[in-house]
């Protein structure tokens, strides 16, 4: 997965903006973003207050993380019952 460039705090701060009345294109041009991205966050992120969106990318990395263990652990359980059929 690719990370982003921006933090939680300037996401919220986006957010923020944008539901306080500054136009979107306005927020979208200050922070160098497309509308496409400003939307995506607010889909992913609407409501949320900087400690969730923290939490939430937190989470993310970790389960991230976890799924590369699951896939070695996985790949090692097939190799050892690989080589018990060949001996």
């Given at each position: 997965m690719?990370?982003?460039?921006?933090?939680?705090?300037?996401?919220?701060?986006?957010?923020?903006?944008?539901?306080?009345?500054?136009?979107?294109?306005?927020?979208?041009?200050?922070?160098?973003?497309?509308?496409?991205t400003?939307?995506?966050?607010?889909?992913?992120?609407?409501?949320?207050?900087?400690?969730?969106?923290?939490?939430?990318?937190?989470?993310?990395?970790?389960?991230?993380?976890?799924?590369?263990?699951?896939?070695?652990?996985?790949?090692?359980?097939?190799?050892?019952?690989?080589?018990?059929?060949?001996?």
């Amino acid at each position: 997965m690719k990370s982003s460039r921006y933090t939680a705090e300037q996401v919220a701060f986006a957010m923020r903006q944008a539901e306080s009345g500054t136009p979107v294109p306005e927020v979208c041009r200050k922070m160098e973003i497309s509308e496409q991205t400003y939307y995506r966050w607010r889909k992913e992120y609407g409501g949320m207050r900087v400690e969730q969106a923290k939490r939430l990318q937190e989470l993310e990395k970790e389960n991230t993380r976890l799924k590369k263990v699951a896939d070695i652990s996985l790949d090692n359980a097939i190799l050892k019952e690989a080589a018990r059929g060949n001996f």
